[in-house]
């Protein structure tokens, strides 16, 4: 059990810039979640998938966002046209059916 | 809306002493309850759980205790430790749904040595 691994740790990108996360969970979980947390507030969730379906999506996720999980395997979340509001720490989790989430480092998002 | 409280932003506790963070929700729905620990720089990681059907669970130092009544829920740290310093966030789910967590904003406990 290597736990989740997520990539980039940081990302800094101007105003406009489209960028890209990934999240490697733990390789026997089904299920892989995406929460945003920001300064002073807890996890807030964006999206959940079962194997390769995105069965849930949180009014957060605006059509700027786009989660992927190809294969039921990794997953990536991609932001468009970034903006300074996006900044944020994007935390991956994932879980086997209905244990606890395993919560990976996160990618802390620095938008200029 | 905020559907899980944490009202106190942060504690301080003497190491050795008792540690009781405190939670709220509001959704009646909930029924499964839990506590995640975070240090700086790394992601929540899970502490204790505890279903509906109970009203106490029990792991080591640590004790949540939950009131459906009031629909509130108490984490106890016995002994308090320095390593224990971190954040603590209480989380709730619907277990007949899709077991999504929603996460309070966190409490920062502090135990001085």
């Known amino acids: 059990d290597t736990g989740v691994s997520q990539d980039p740790r940081h990302k800094i990108t101007k105003r406009g810039q489209n960028v890209t996360f990934r999240c490697d969970p733990i390789?026997?979980?089904?299920?892989l979640y995406w929460y945003r947390q920001t300064l002073g507030q807890g996890p807030e969730f964006l999206t959940y998938?079962?194997?390769?379906?995105?069965?849930?999506k949180s009014r957060l996720l605006s059509d700027r966002f786009s989660a992927e999980r190809p294969k039921g395997s990794f997953s990536t979340l991609e932001i468009q046209r970034t903006e300074q509001g996006d900044s944020a720490m994007y935390l991956c989790?994932?879980?086997?059916?209905?244990?606890?989430?395993?919560f990976g480092n996160g990618t802390r998002l620095t938008v200029t | 809306d905020q559907q899980v409280k944490q009202n106190s932003p942060s504690l301080s506790v003497q190491e050795g002493r008792i540690s009781i963070l405190n939670c709220d929700y509001t959704?009646?729905?909930?029924?499964?309850f839990l506590w995640y620990k975070k240090y700086p720089a790394e992601g929540p990681t899970f502490l204790i759980s505890?279903?509906?059907?109970?009203d106490k669970n029990e792991d080591g130092r640590f004790t949540v205790f939950l009131n459906k009544s009031a629909k509130h829920l108490s984490l106890h740290i016995v002994p308090s430790q320095p390593g224990d310093s971190a954040v603590y966030f209480c989380?709730?789910?619907?277990?007949?749904?899709?077991?999504?967590?929603?996460f309070g904003r966190g409490t920062s406990l502090i135990v001085h040595p």
């Open positions: 989790a994932s879980s086997l059916a209905d244990s606890p989430l395993h």
């Open positions: 998938f079962q194997n390769e379906a995105q069965l849930e």
């Open positions: 959704n009646s729905m909930f029924d499964y």
């Open positions: 989380a709730a789910s619907e277990s007949g749904g899709s077991y999504i967590p929603t």
């Open positions: 505890i279903s509906s059907i109970k």
């Open positions: 390789s026997e979980h089904n299920r």
